[in-house]
């Protein structure tokens, strides 16, 4: 059991994580996953095993030896709450991603909607200091231009193709800042890119006679320090685009970098990155 000393200094509510994770204040810090038997969470988790006290939340087990592991369902909140209890932070990984093309919009709201809403209240409930919720670059639907890259904010509209899952992951984000601005929950947003290797996409390729930016793919590995980055600042609230570091990307992941700190290590290389002009 530790205590943690909240105190502002520069900055209104002011977060402690920074110093967590770095080790000044205490050597490990309680990290419930959900979402832990997906694709992304195995890059998580080891990103963070070694450094917190890791529980992973799933309806099935993941892979992983030495790590607490609680199975429970993101729709059925006495399961939530049960997990949230002596948490330190959350990190929200559980969606319908790779199955989700057939499935009706009851049932992402129910997963990608109602899941949230029972994590965000698990949170308040029981006074989590962080939430780190990872969304995607289609929360915004999908920029009105791409004469430059698209900064959370800009004009965006939502098309028919993939309207349920863009959705969810925009109302999972109203419901982070309603629990930020209501209860003081500290929450960062971060919008991922198409992971690669997930199985579902084929990956970039670039296109032909195109000079505006067009990347949006991620390294789930990039993503995983995005959401140790996330963990890490004392931004209290933030929503930022986690895409690879290359001048074409579509969305621009320049204020992660600038504001967590994000650095994207992989960057493809191989494909040449499109210069305007």
Same mark, same amino acid.
């Given at each position: 059991?530790?205590?943690?000393?909240? %105190?502002?200094?520069?900055?209104?509510? =002011?977060?402690?994580?920074?110093? %967590?994770?770095?080790?000044?204040?205490?050597?490990?810090?309680?990290?419930?996953?959900?979402?832990?038997?997906?694709? +992304?969470?195995?890059?998580?988790?080891?990103?963070?095993?070694?450094?917190?006290?890791?529980?992973?939340?799933?309806?099935?087990?993941?892979?992983?030896?030495?790590?607490?592991? %609680?199975?429970?369902?993101?729709?059925?909140?006495?399961?939530?709450?049960?997990?949230?209890?002596?948490?330190? &932070?959350?990190?929200?990984?559980? &969606? +319908?991603?790779?199955?989700?093309?057939?499935?009706?919009?009851?049932?992402?709201?129910?997963?990608?909607?109602?899941?949230?809403?029972?994590?965000?209240?698990?949170?308040? +409930?029981?006074?989590?200091? =962080?939430?780190?919720?990872?969304?995607?670059?289609?929360?915004?639907?999908?920029?009105?231009?791409?004469?430059?890259?698209?900064?959370?904010?800009?004009?965006?509209?939502?098309?028919?193709?993939?309207?349920?899952?863009?959705?969810?992951?925009?109302?999972?984000?109203? %419901? #982070?800042?309603?629990?930020?601005?209501?209860?003081? +929950?500290?929450?960062?947003?971060?919008?991922?890119?198409?992971?690669?290797?997930?199985?579902?996409? &084929?990956?970039?390729?670039? *296109?032909?006679?195109?000079?505006? *930016?067009?990347?949006?793919?991620?390294?789930?590995?990039?993503?995983?320090?995005?959401?140790?980055?996330?963990?890490?600042?004392?931004?209290?609230?933030?929503?930022?685009?986690?895409?690879?570091?290359?001048?074409?990307?579509?969305?621009?992941?320049? *204020?992660?970098?600038?504001?967590? #700190?994000?650095?994207?290590?992989?960057?493809?290389?191989?494909?040449?990155?499109?210069?305007?002009?």
């Amino acid at each position: 059991m530790f205590h943690l000393i909240w %105190i502002a200094m520069g900055r209104a509510n =002011r977060s402690p994580f920074s110093s %967590i994770l770095k080790g000044s204040m205490v050597e490990v810090q309680k990290v419930l996953i959900t979402g832990a038997a997906g694709y +992304l969470a195995r890059f998580v988790i080891d990103r963070l095993r070694l450094r917190c006290d890791l529980t992973l939340l799933d309806r099935l087990e993941p892979e992983v030896e030495g790590v607490r592991f %609680i199975r429970g369902d993101v729709t059925f909140f006495p399961d939530v709450e049960a997990a949230c209890e002596g948490q330190d &932070a959350v990190v929200h990984l559980a &969606a +319908l991603v790779r199955d989700r093309f057939d499935k009706p919009p009851w049932m992402m709201a129910d997963v990608m909607v109602k899941g949230t809403w029972n994590i965000v209240e698990g949170c308040a +409930l029981h006074k989590v200091r =962080r939430l780190v919720n990872v969304s995607s670059v289609v929360a915004c639907g999908w920029p009105l231009s791409s004469d430059r890259p698209y900064r959370v904010g800009d004009p965006s509209s939502f098309p028919p193709g993939d309207l349920s899952y863009a959705l969810a992951k925009r109302l999972g984000e109203e %419901i #982070g800042h309603a629990y930020h601005q209501a209860h003081g +929950l500290s929450v960062i947003h971060l919008r991922c890119g198409v992971l690669d290797g997930d199985g579902l996409n &084929a990956g970039p390729k670039a *296109p032909e006679h195109w000079f505006k *930016p067009w990347f949006v793919y991620a390294d789930p590995r990039d993503a995983a320090q995005a959401v140790e980055r996330g963990l890490e600042t004392d931004i209290p609230y933030g929503c930022y685009h986690i895409v690879a570091g290359r001048e074409d990307a579509l969305f621009d992941w320049k *204020p992660a970098a600038e504001e967590l #700190g994000y650095r994207p290590e992989y960057n493809w290389p191989d494909i040449p990155e499109i210069k305007e002009g």
